[in-house]
């Protein structure tokens, strides 16, 4: 309703009938990245169904109850907690970074720079029947997110200047630091140690052990959760 009042009907129109799609898939993603985490922080010995995938969905039913009821109630307090949330994020990310020139943790496998590892890591090794197209499925959904400012249209003095110019930063940025990340990660962490079920194919939560000791892994755990 707000994009076609800011840009007119038959641009709006469009752009709201593929917002509306796109924000119910993304919701379902990030859903399930949000249960996957939460699944494997609270390990097997917690498990409800006895399945990991079992366990997904009933936290993930749970969390989607829990999203229809707030919608229901309104989201103003919602959308000013995006604030503190980028926030939140932001921190997390730099965790990571100033973690990779100090943290070490080889067992892990987080070797440091100078290991060679980016070497190792900067050619593809698709395993499993996986290729770059299926790899990419997977790392496409981490950037739906750029049209998130159009929620806040109602609060922008411009909203059909701000809008676009907003998503279009959106983009850089999120392009940026994805880039920044996986070199940073490619460079300090092996692929899959010898004698070890962790490192950058095992270890979905690598970058916690990444992060700046002590007050790193927290801020890491609770930037996923926010995202």
Request: hydrophobic share 60%; no cysteine; net charge neutral.
């Given at each position: 309703y707000l994009i076609s009042r800011a840009?007119?009907?038959?641009?709006?129109?469009?752009?709201?009938i593929l917002f509306s799609f796109g924000q119910a898939v993304a919701t379902a993603l990030y859903v399930i990245g949000f249960c996957e985490t939460m699944v494997l922080l609270l390990g097997e010995g917690n498990s409800i169904t006895g399945d990991q995938m079992g366990d997904i969905r009933v936290y993930g039913l749970v969390?989607?109850?829990?999203i229809l009821l707030l919608a229901l109630i309104g989201l103003d307090w919602v959308?000013?907690?995006?604030?503190?949330?980028?926030?939140?994020?932001?921190?997390s990310i730099f965790c990571v970074i100033i973690g990779s020139f100090t943290t070490t943790n080889e067992e892990k496998g987080v070797v440091g720079w100078g290991s060679g590892a980016l070497e190792d890591n900067?050619?593809?090794?698709?395993?499993?029947?996986?290729?770059?197209?299926?790899?990419?499925?997977?790392?496409?959904?981490?950037?739906t997110g750029i049209m998130?400012?159009?929620?806040?249209?109602g609060d922008l003095i411009n909203p059909s200047e701000n809008i676009p110019k907003?998503?279009?930063?959106?983009?850089?940025?999120?392009?940026?630091?994805?880039?920044?990340?996986t070199i940073f990660l490619g460079a300090v962490c092996e692929r899959h140690p010898e004698g070890s079920g962790t490192g950058l194919y095992e270890d979905p939560?690598?970058?916690?052990?990444?992060?700046?000791?002590?007050?790193?892994?927290?801020?890491?755990?609770a930037g996923i959760f926010a995202a």
């Open positions: 840009l007119g009907h038959r641009m709006g129109g469009p752009i709201g969390v989607i109850t829990v959308v000013k907690l995006q604030i503190f949330l980028l926030v939140l994020m932001w921190a900067v050619g593809p090794e698709y395993r499993d029947g996986y290729d770059f197209f299926s790899v990419f499925g997977v790392f496409f959904p981490a950037v998130a400012g159009a929620n806040k249209s907003g998503t279009i930063w959106a983009i850089w940025v999120s392009m940026i630091t994805y880039i920044v990340l939560l690598i970058m916690v052990e990444v992060a700046v000791p002590y007050i790193g892994a927290p801020l890491v755990l």
